[in-house]
């Protein structure tokens, strides 16, 4: 695809616009525990908890209640809190120069599968990166998350452009086979050099 064929460029934020690694919650919470990081790591996953909080329908509380319980752990609200931001490394290599470059060209949008607490997190300490965008979903915010079609059919339509002038970029191989079921073209993200690579065929720069 060229620019001209393209509407609007669409990314994921972690892992793809901002380095994450959930590692450093469960090192925290471990801390905090006084456990094995490794035994926290073992028992934590995607679960029904984790995706109600993450399409609104649960509140931050109700999760690190979940997530005690799951976790065998007996922390405090804000240690849970501690722990759950920890996860921010920082921008990823080289990105916001590649937002901008990309910004000139083409409207830029993000969708992140995310929860009030990371957003009020990310929001503030990756203000400036998040600014190249127009707009940011969050899937607790629509009530809807990746890689279901009917978020990616929500996102392109609010956006107002047709799917397959969308390029999507994100880092969860689920997420990238779900958007090109719905008609977007997309991008599996495993570096920053795939994305910049993309946008040079995207862009011919």
Not at 43 to 62: K, M, N, P, Q, Y
Request: aromatic content about 10%; some cysteine; hydrophobic content about 45%.
């Amino acid at each position: 695809m060229t620019a001209q064929q393209v509407d609007a460029l669409l990314f994921d934020l972690g892992n793809v616009v901002i380095d994450i690694d959930f590692n450093r919650a469960f090192a925290r919470w471990a801390e905090h525990a006084g456990c094995e990081t490794a035994e926290l790591r073992a028992r934590f996953s995607v679960d029904e908890a984790c995706r109600r909080h993450e399409v609104g329908l649960i509140s931050d509380a109700e999760y690190f209640a979940s997530l005690r319980g799951s976790l065998g752990i007996g922390l405090s609200d804000a240690q849970m809190l501690d722990g759950w931001n920890a996860i921010y490394i920082g921008e990823a290599a080289g990105m916001s120069a590649t937002l901008a470059r990309a910004a000139a060209r083409v409207p830029l949008y993000a969708f992140t599968n995310t929860n009030p607490a990371h957003e009020a997190y990310w929001s503030v300490h990756f203000a400036d990166i998040t600014s190249h965008f127009r707009k940011v979903y969050v899937s607790s915010t629509i009530g809807r998350r990746k890689p279901d079609a009917d978020a990616f059919r929500f996102v392109s339509s609010d956006i107002g452009v047709a799917p397959e002038r969308i390029v999507f970029f994100d880092d969860g191989l689920a997420n990238v086979e779900g958007a090109r079921a719905c008609g977007l073209q997309a991008v599996h993200v495993r570096t920053p050099a795939d994305v910049t690579t993309a946008l040079a065929a995207i862009l011919g720069s």
